[in-house]
């Protein structure tokens, strides 16, 4: 829910385990301007995979467990 108002895009989860995750960071402004380098911050923190289509972004992956 927070990176869908901070970055104004409509990202799901696919897996309800990915939910269950917490990630706290302080993020670069340059990081803050664009939702791919954020998601990718994810991807190498969680093990997570995203796609993109437009706006709306899945995010799936075994997560943090």
């Known amino acids: 829910q927070k ?8 990202v799901r989860i696919a897996e309800e ?3 269950d995750c917490k990630v706290t960071t302080t ?3 340059n ?3 664009n939702i791919d380098a954020a998601l990718n911050v ?4 969680l093990y997570i995979d ?3 289509s ?5 995010i ?4 943090c467990k």
């Open 60 to 63: 799936s992956g075994k997560g």
């Open 50 to 52: 995203f796609k993109k």
């Open 27 to 29: 993020i670069d402004r």
């Open 31 to 33: 990081i803050q301007k």
């Open 54 to 58: 437009g706006q709306d972004i899945e």
């Open 3 to 10: 990176l869908n108002g901070f970055y104004k895009s409509n």
């Open 42 to 45: 994810l991807h190498a923190t």
């Open 17 to 19: 385990r990915i939910a």
